[in-house]
């Protein structure tokens, strides 16, 4: 009696194994496949849809031959076990392959759009660097050029400054000498006039004796030719 019991416990964790609901998973009808969802584990119960290939399925329980199943619209039912696969189909695969293939397509197009979008304005910017930096290789020729001259002009006014500076330096002797020349020449002037006074006088003078010469002359001539008349008379 015990050992029936032991035996009906084994059977019954058996059979409950096998009809133990597994993890919820999705899983697909397998490739080039239109398969039945029934109502029951067998071909006699009642067909509730048709699922083709790549139909995801999302597994509620499973044994040996067939899986419960619920699919996208929420219906549940049963589906032979051998045509439902964990991976995804060939055919889902190429799709999503030929998808992420547009989707690289694309972006890859979106990178050379933006590569060309990038290099014109890059272009763009070493143009306008180019015509800038000539512009400033003009102006720093026309500095260079500006300070080269200002530095030539500031030798120039150095060597004058130079000049003048050694000038300036017997400035005081050359006006010392200045106010002695003018003193002397005042003492010229003064001794020139007095010499022209002094002249003046002997001028005079000698005119006053010339003058007194000429007129005891013209007197003894006029004594002498009376005398002379005189002498005749008595003859």
């Known amino acids: 009696m015990r050992f029936i019991s032991v035996f009906f416990i084994f059977f019954m964790l058996a059979a409950y194994m096998a009809v133990l609901p597994a993890y919820a998973d999705t899983r697909y009808v397998d490739d080039q496949l239109i398969i039945t969802l029934r109502a029951g584990r067998s071909s006699d119960h009642k067909i509730l849809k048709t699922l083709k290939t790549g139909a995801p399925v999302e597994v ?38 030929e998808k992420e293939k547009s989707s690289l397509q694309k972006r890859i197009k979106d990178t050379e759009d933006a590569k060309n979008a990038l290099q014109t304005k890059y272009n763009a910017i070493q143009n306008k660097y180019k015509e800038e930096l000539s512009e400033i290789t003009s102006q720093s020729s026309t500095v260079e050029q500006n300070l080269a001259q200002a530095l030539k002009n500031e030798r120039t006014l150095a060597e004058k400054y130079n000049i003048l500076l050694a000038q300036s330096e017997n400035v005081v002797e050359i006006t010392a000498e200045r106010d002695q020349l003018l003193e002397t020449n005042k003492k010229l002037t003064a001794e020139v006039q007095n010499l022209q006074v002094v002249n003046d006088k002997i001028s005079d003078s000698r005119m006053i004796k010339w003058f007194l010469a000429g007129g005891g002359v013209l007197l003894l001539g006029w004594i002498i030719g009376k005398i002379s008349r005189k002498k005749r008379s008595r003859l």
């Open 60 to 97: 509620l329980e499973e044994d040996d031959k067939y899986l419960k199943v619920r699919i996208s619209d929420g219906s549940v039912g049963y589906v032979l076990r051998q045509y439902i696969s964990s991976e995804l189909p060939k055919t889902l695969v190429i799709d999503r392959l």
